[in-house]
T-cell receptor, first 115, second 112 residues
Framework: KAGVTQTPRYLIKTRGQQVTLSCSPI?????VSWYQQTPGQGLQFLFE???????NKGNFPGRFSGRQFSNSRSEMNVSTLELGDSALYLC??????????????FGNGTRLTVT | KQEVTQIPAALSVPEGENLVLNCSFT??????LQWFRQDPGKGLTSLLL?????REQTSGRLNASLDKSSGRSTLYIAASQPGDSATYLC???????????FGKGTRLSVIA
């Protein structure tokens, strides 16, 4: 069974640009979550999508947005990039139905560098 | 505020030693707790998930315990190996469909 796939693995952008990251969950998983990981702040929750609807949202500015497609694949977009957006962006999936006693499965992340 | 703390931030042990990693959480009304492993530059690998009604879970050389009343969990690694070197993160879920709250991890180095 294929794991969570994130593309691209690395991105270098300049300030002011925008970027789109992609995530394909494990087959059958309907919940996709996004996290930002930095050395100083650790893992911070961005948002979660379930059946194409945003189910939870973290405390990030509106420049960060996401969506989920009918095949459960998800994208996140960051507009007007800032230096502080440099981070490892991790996507995670789980079955998502009912309670959250299904473990979260993570992809290998997209390393975004903003110069 | 719901917070998860992991102490120490880094730990170095000789190969073969048994070790314990600690995780504490401020709000004891958890739904479940999950331990992850992260290798440098990679994503997180789920190791163990303990439901709030459970006291411990075991997988191979790993044993995780949960004490809700004291707001603590421990991850016990038996007979450590250099391949166990990684960052170990603990994360707590407070209800069925809310996001996990992560600790900042303990970076473990097992020296051959």
């Amino acid at each position: 069974k294929a794991g969570v796939t994130q593309t691209p693995r690395y991105l270098i952008k300049t300030r002011g640009q925008q970027v789109t990251l992609s995530c394909s969950p494990i087959s059958g998983h309907r919940s996709v979550s996004w996290y930002q990981q930095t050395p100083g702040q650790g893992l911070q929750f961005l948002f979660e999508y379930f059946s194409e609807t945003q189910r939870n949202k973290g405390n990030f500015p509106g420049r960060f947005s996401g969506r989920q497609f009918s095949n459960s694949r998800s994208e996140m977009n960051v507009s007007t990039l800032e230096l502080g957006d440099s981070a490892l962006y991790l996507c995670a999936s789980r079955t998502g139905t009912g309670a959250s006693n299904s473990p979260l499965h993570f992809g290998n992340g997209t390393r975004l560098t903003v110069t | 505020k719901q917070e998860v703390t992991q102490i120490p931030a880094a730990l170095s042990v000789p190969e073969g030693e048994n070790l314990v990693l600690n995780c504490s959480f401020t709000d004891s009304a958890i739904y479940n707790l999950q331990w992850f492993r992260q290798d440098p530059g990679k994503g997180l690998t789920s190791l163990l998930l303990i439901q709030s009604s459970q006291r411990e879970q075991t997988s191979g050389r790993l044993n995780a315990s949960l004490d809700k009343s004291s707001g603590r969990s421990t991850l016990y690694i038996a007979a450590s190996q250099p391949g166990d070197s990684a960052t170990y993160l603990c994360a707590v879920s407070y209800s069925g469909n809310t996001p996990l709250v992560f600790g900042k991890g303990t970076r473990l180095s097992v020296i051959a």
